[in-house]
């Protein structure tokens, strides 16, 4: 009986497609890679004229912090007088008027338990009616009480995002009387 050695070309031939499945993975990666690289170069959807022309009479606007404009009045969109400040009317947006937005100032606490642990949050408050300079202090610190009185269980898991931002929703539409439409958080870190 003659014995043939087949365990050499066997090992080749495992080889080649394993070589071969490596190289047209990373060929594939780095063309991803690339795709994604001009996607933000050359967007896909784009805005036309007409678009543009009317973007400004539907957008929220920012708020001016309190050395730019008056106290009590916010930036909604209306029209500007002499001086380029805003005089506070709202801007027409399908029959209603533009939500105003209130940046407010960013929280860095930590929480109450454990206690080293540091919590940085920032937010914006939407409002439909303008909330004036006292009602968005109350909210920041009503922010901070609540986040200071967290627990790092309550601010973990799949819900607890949503659950949070419900809460401080919650929190600041008591605190202003049902003005406010939405809360964005900007900032969430934790260290």
């Excluded at 929220?60 to 969109?77: F, I, L, Q, R, Y």
Aim: aromatic share 6%; net charge negative.
């Amino acid at each position: 009986m003659a014995k043939t050695e087949t365990s050499p070309p066997d090992k080749a031939a495992k080889k080649l497609p394993m070589k071969l499945v490596l190289a047209v993975t990373v060929v594939l990666a780095l063309v991803g890679a690339g795709c994604g690289y001009l996607a933000g170069y050359f967007p896909l959807f784009t805005v036309s004229a007409s678009q543009k022309a009317e973007a400004p009479a539907g957008e929220a606007h920012v708020a001016k912090p309190e050395g730019e404009a008056a106290k009590g009045e916010a930036t909604t969109g209306g029209g500007e007088s002499e001086g380029g400040h805003s005089t506070g009317e709202g801007v027409a947006n399908g029959g209603g008027v533009a939500s105003t937005v209130y940046p407010l100032d960013p929280i860095v606490t930590n929480i109450a338990i454990p206690a080293d642990v540091w919590v940085r949050f920032e937010a914006v408050v939407k409002s439909s009616e303008p909330l004036g300079t006292e009602i968005p202090e109350q909210i920041h610190q009503d922010m901070l009480a609540f986040l200071r009185s967290m627990r790092l269980s309550e601010l973990t898991g799949s819900s607890a995002f949503i659950d949070l931002k419900a809460e401080l929703l919650a929190r600041a539409n008591t605190r202003s009387h049902g003005k406010v439409e939405a809360i964005y958080i900007k900032t969430f870190l934790f260290e």
